[in-house]
Every structure is written in C-alpha cells, then in structure tokens.
C-alpha cells in the first residue's frame, strides 16, 4: 500500500534523498506560504461572526491545502541511486556482410 501512495518502495525512500526538481529558491516557497498565511487571516478576520474556532479550522484547512498547492509547483522529486541487473548492457554489434567489405 505504501508504495502505491508514494510510487516508490520504503528501501527507496530510506536510502533515496528528498528534493525539488524546479530549480527555485526555497524561501520564495516559504516566502509565499507567508504571504498566503497572511491573506488568509486578514480575510478571516473581516468575518468575525464566524466563531474564533470556525476561523481557526478554515485557516488551517486553508494554509493546508495553499502549502500542498505550492509544494506540487515546486515539483518534488526523490534522488534514488540504483543499479538493476540487465539495465546495464553494452551491445557490441559486428557487421560482416558484403556490403562492409
């Protein structure tokens, strides 16, 4: 079930590294989670008939789903080092037919 989940064996995950294929520095990441953590207050705070426990849930369902959203912008990658038997083959390839000669 694990594998399914995450598309790679635990073995993978234990021995492989965790990083972003994007290229974009990790505090623009953190950066915008800031700024969207921010919007979100400011806007759950104009509607304070809500309840202060309604807007802490929606507030971090929010902050939730922003930060899955910008964690798949960065596009997450897992580095793993392995070699499989047979994927490693050099064919040598002799011609020797008239028309080599």
Do not use: C, K, Y
Request: no cysteine; aromatic share 12%; proline share 3%.
């Amino acid at each position: 079930m694990l594998e399914w989940l995450l598309g790679a064996s635990p073995f993978a995950w234990s021995e492989g590294e965790f990083a972003f294929a994007r290229g974009w520095p990790l505090w623009w990441l953190v950066g915008l989670l800031a700024l969207g953590g921010v919007a979100i207050i400011v806007t759950l705070v104009r509607h304070r008939a809500l309840g202060w426990w309604r807007m802490l849930t929606l507030a971090v369902l929010q902050l939730a789903f922003l930060a899955v959203v910008l964690v798949m912008l960065w596009r997450p990658v897992l580095n793993v080092e392995r070699i499989r038997e047979r994927e490693n083959v050099v064919a040598v390839l002799v011609d020797d037919s008239g028309s080599m000669e």
